[in-house]
């Protein structure tokens, strides 16, 4: 860490910062300049958090980390890219991945039809909420284990793995029977009581960033997962909270493109809930996949129009089976060419 | 809610909307333009979503709504003001409350000193975190039961009731044996699960806007409290995410003020968290007050360069008393002066 | 437009509203909801405005516009996309536009060998600064027509075209003289005085995208372009100012396909000033493409470290080489994908 | 400035920087941390710019300044406050200054009217738009030269000096013929070429914050004033873009507090852009004289509902008589008890 001192800062407030410093078994390195004295803060990382709270000593005037905090997330400790295996699903590897699926389980046979319809397609996972965190409490929130179960009986039927969301603590271990893989909400990223209780799952996680949350903070949600003891984890982009509004979120691909730059772990990207309007998710996928992402999750519904959620940013089956064609070969012709480059 | 038509919508498309409309149990009133046709839905509001769902109809360009989803925070539902009441304290009432204490709770002589002085300048509650969500895993996550320990202990002394962070709905009981009122986090406030336990709970809430809700959002966060049970809830702001940088969040007042015409709960202000500087606090806490908050959290360390969470946003015990004693009276004349007004 | 009366509003206010709507010369269209009258407004949209400001009328919860303001920019007025013709190079038509150049023109030497360079990498385009809005006034504030005479040489011997920011309505000439495309910067989008000075240029018009301009406040500064005798109009969407500061902007690419649903202008990405990451820059590019990008504008430096401005975002002659190289072939086969969905 | 070099940095690129920040002038000063090396810029700051282009270098992590780039605002350059004066008004000194008129000028009896009212009502200067930024070509543009003919007019008739807003160079000279302080609009707070001019002039200006503008590029526009030669400059905060939408802008009183921290310039709120809304204005004009403003600017006209711009968020005559009693007494007491602390 450097520490500031102001400009006007006092000999005596100098020397005590470094004597705080040697208190917290680090060693310093003074560097007086003609505006302001700049400290550097020498040694390992553990007392991190008490060096940081010398902001607030007198003459301080910024304290600036020079280590990201995330660790074990990082390139620096793993440089090889980390894989996420859910049967014959791969997340990280050569392959696209595409999950596929209505944003809410409203019936056994709105899921089934769905499922086939996807599979037929071409998607390799499926998706669909069995409890929904929703803005208003007279929204419809979900079947709950009903759905898990429809769930369980599409993955039967096609052969594709189930992605979910798990909303409590104390929904982990019913989730966990029926799905493959458990997604953490944008609005649960920080829910940090619940990533815990997903680190000793033996379930990956899917696990989306927040709407408001830093590419930091979104690496340091992970954190928590790894140090937790539960690797397989895969982070998904789906659009950050911005002045604009004609889009629902905006979807930040520099993000996905910085992620594969900072951190080992797969990344996906949700062009639905990263637009909210059906008719850019096609160029968005693609967007997406040339940034660099791993995959996709995608909204699917029978028919839009009666979704009882997520509507207006659903593909119905036509326009889902379009976009896959469309997807399918390409995609891999951008893979090769940017490996040309950098 | 009034469904616009796009400019080239057909006959057929528009028939299909008016069928939906009155399959959903509403009656359709026709407004054709020069250039599109606007559709009133007319009628009561409980299949407002499938009437939402009609974004996703062809022809259709956008379904606004012109009624509020939440109901029982609403002025339109309760004119005058909700008092919530703990003990001697009131908030909404006359009075200004003003929450004081540590981040989070360190030792139990940190917590007893803070106490001791914050009730001695004059605050009429003590907070201090117990449960700490914390961005990284490897920051300090705060004591949990001790702390709430502490926090009996320091009441049972000073008689100031005591208000804590719950961050999983598996610790709602044990903190509501030793809380006067729960705290849900900002990063919490859309964790749906933890709302709807605590809409269960006995005690008062205290529910802090998530750094990136919209007052709408935070308004039907407090709806899942009020529908599920519990009218007593009290709204805090804590400053939203923008672009700047040199405050650690942006306080947003406007926020206050506006719940004030839309809300009969009250609100109370968070100059710590919502500027991050030490400095500010005073002249945004003034300020929050002008504003029409009724009252305000504060955060007040021993030795806020020693402390293990938001030193640098933290007042030790004689600015804190100071700070009170320049807030005692004006605030009463203030009060008095806004009431010429409007 | 639509006029939405508050629940409360009176028969006389009700009776108001309608009366001035006539005196605009507008018909009203009255729908008398369970809780809330809605009044659509039926006319001509010429004085649009003074119906806009009933929103301050007594009992007027909101008025909502259901036409966009901007015409002459929109797919509506025009479906079919307009192209921009500089001598060869051609915007919006089949073939990928390649602007590359130094951020700004330091010298003659610089310039010169970047021209060459970009140019045998396979740019189509040469861009570099002359006049440049530096947010510090101890920055380089380029080398003005010094500047302009060095590209306009550049020009003569690469046979490149020229684009370069025009920053005031007194150096529009001037500019013009030199230059074949003159750039509106990101901060003067809405100069609207520098506008309507480039509406009466001949020269075609490069319309960076305001940091914290919504799409629909960029098509209006395009529109008076338009509406003032300039149909010449590139739109290049350069990065938004967000919370996230990890990228020196956030490069909005569903701005860029939602653009191209909206208007029929041609549109390309910066994603030099989108991410301010060089690394990031060939993802950036490919990911801009496959939204729908029409082109690219790229910052190259002879030696990115002694650059007097964006260093840190402008690739050398090698990686932009290599960019190139690697960009050459898939862009049109994604195109040609891209055709087969929607 | 704190060079600190990526954890994998070689000893041939340590060196290369050292060698150019001796190149440039300065002395270096390494430390050696156990994970990366950190090297201290020591010297003068003129070839800061230089300095910072090494984040472009190999091996480099980042750049980070120690020192401010503004200078003659800053505190440190002066500590004690500057006073603006125009006749009898003074900001920045015990009094506050309120300015109040019409968003712009209509007509000779429109504006007259207002200011006779807001004269009476106790406002000290009149505001009035002459030159009229908008957002789309087809709104109200301004009357031009016949609104500064009304000003001066008004002037003449109640004593009150004007401000009123100049947009571009060639207009300068005209409208400080007939203003006695020229307004830059919130769009055109980085536009350098008429910033440039104005240094020039002999009028105060009033520069009002850019929707996305940082508080430091805030304060940078105005060193360009002050640097270029004229030091009578009035900071406005008017509202910030973030994702909110139930106001039109975020008013953000922290950065009027912020900014007397860090400036001696004086800084006024502009509660009617930062709300958007009648009915917030009189409780967010409190809280920014409670956060440290040093006067106000509202908007005001004799028939809000027919206003031709900002009708929603300017009061009437009797509102804005009714603010001002209340305002008069007690925002004397907030400054004697903002006194007391720190």
């Known amino acids: 860490m450097v520490i500031t001192m102001s400009g006007n800062a006092t000999a005596a407030q100098i020397d005590h ?21 700049v400290i550097g803060v020498v040694g ?47 997340f990280g590897g050569p392959e696209v991945v595409v999950i596929a699926g209505p944003c809410s389980v409203e019936s056994r046979d709105q899921l089934l039809s769905t499922a086939r319809a996807v599979h037929e397609a071409g998607a390799t996972m499926l998706r669909g909420g069995a409890y929904k965190p929703r803005t208003s409490p007279y929204d419809f929130q979900g079947l709950g284990i009903d759905a898990l179960k429809f769930l ?34 944008a609005r649960n ?40 003891g539960n690797p397989d984890v895969v982070l998904c982009e789906r659009g950050i909270k911005t002045f604009e509004t004609e889009t629902r979120n905006t979807l930040d691909l520099s993000a996905v493109a910085l992620v594969r730059e900072l951190s080992h772990l797969p ?12 008719r850019l998710i096609v160029l968005m996928s693609r967007a997406a996949l040339a940034a660099g ?30 976009m896959m064609a469309g997807l399918a070969q390409p995609s891999r012709r951008i893979a090769n060419a940017m490996s040309l480059v950098f």
Not at 51 to 77: C, D, F, N
Not at 267 to 278: E, F, K, Q
Not at 311 to 320: E, H, K, N, R, V
Request: glycine share 6%.
């Open 17 to 37: 910062v470094i004597e705080r410093i040697r208190e917290c078994g680090f060693r310093e390195h003074v560097s007086r300049g003609t505006e302001k004295t």
């Open 44 to 90: 390992t990382n553990s007392n991190r958090n008490e060096i940081e709270a010398l902001r607030a000593a007198p003459g301080v005037e910024s304290v600036t980390p020079i280590t990201q905090s995330y660790k074990l997330v990082s390139k620096q400790m793993k440089p090889e890219r980390t894989t996420v295996r859910i049967g014959d699903v791969c």
């Open 152 to 185: 369980s009986e599409a993955r039967a039927e096609t052969g594709l793995p189930i992605v979910t969301e798990v909303m409590s603590t104390e929904d982990v271990d019913v989730v966990a029977e029926h799905a493959d893989m458990l997604q953490v909400g």
């Open 189 to 228: 990223m920080q829910n940090f009581s619940l990533l815990r209780r997903l680190a000793n799952s033996s379930r990956p996680i899917l696990l989306k960033r927040g709407p408001s949350a830093s590419i930091k903070e979104w690496l340091l949600a992970a954190e928590y997962l790894l140090s937790g």
């Open 267 to 278: 990344v996906i990207a949700d062009p639905s809930h990263g637009t909210g309007r059906r």
């Open 293 to 322: 992402a791993d995959g996709l999750i995608i909204e699917v519904h029978p028919c839009p129009e009666r979704a009882l959620s997520d509507g207006p940013q659903s593909l119905d089956f036509t326009q889902f089976s379009e």
